[in-house]
């Protein structure tokens, strides 16, 4: 059976570089008999987590109705998730940092968070201006701990530079061959990233139903403050 990928297009502008790298992700995993869902962040308005933790009683979720938490219940199941998305001040777009605040309606190990697999796999593109490489790795080791918390275990980015305008993405063929390759990864049986890259994810891994390793020793070491 073909692969549930779902990509999500951060680009707050209509027909830049990340509409360009959509499509040609899109038409390769569809290529390839995967099943492609693509979500533009920029056409749905998406409520802030007013931090209210509603979602961490037994039986309830998400205070807001909207679309986001659908995605997230979708996102929670399929084999592979894809942000493409401009670099803003050093980071996601504010739209999309909103939206992944909203994957902590997840963030409950009462219910079951998820083992990270590293067989479901996530990624990034960005394309930006000049920021230098450790600005980027910092931002891409944020998506991987994001998704992470939705179950995906395997992560790798792809940078594209020096997009300054619209159709630089179009006009570069090592960006593309280099997409290319990230999308033939995201439904491939290989769990080793292409890059070779470490994005953090593996060092907290935590088994299903339990607390994450640095939770719990958060609050073994705050049960053992002397109270006032
Ligand atoms: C508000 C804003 C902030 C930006 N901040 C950065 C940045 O910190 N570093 C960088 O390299 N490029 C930055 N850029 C440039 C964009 O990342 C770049 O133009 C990107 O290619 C846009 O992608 P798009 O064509 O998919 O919209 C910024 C652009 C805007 C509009």
Known sequence: MGKNVILINGSPRNGGNSDAVIDLVKRQLEQNGASVEVYRVREHTVAPCVGCDNCKNDDEVCIHKDGAAELIERLYKADSVLLIAPLYYTSVPG?????????????????????????????????????????LHRAAEYVAYCFRDLGYGSFDAVLCPMCTDKTTFSRI???????????DWLISGNTDNISGASFGIERDRFAEGSEPPAIAAARQSENSQPTL
């Open 95 to 135: 739209t999309v940092k909103v939206l992944f605040d909203r994957f902590y309606a997840r963030y409950n190990f009462k219910k079951g968070l998820k083992t990270p697999s590293p067989m479901r796999k996530a990624g990034v593109v960005f394309c930006y201006g000049g920021s230098p490489a450790d600005v």
């Open 173 to 183: 063929d090592k960006y593309q061959s280099n997409v290319a390759a990230l999308t």
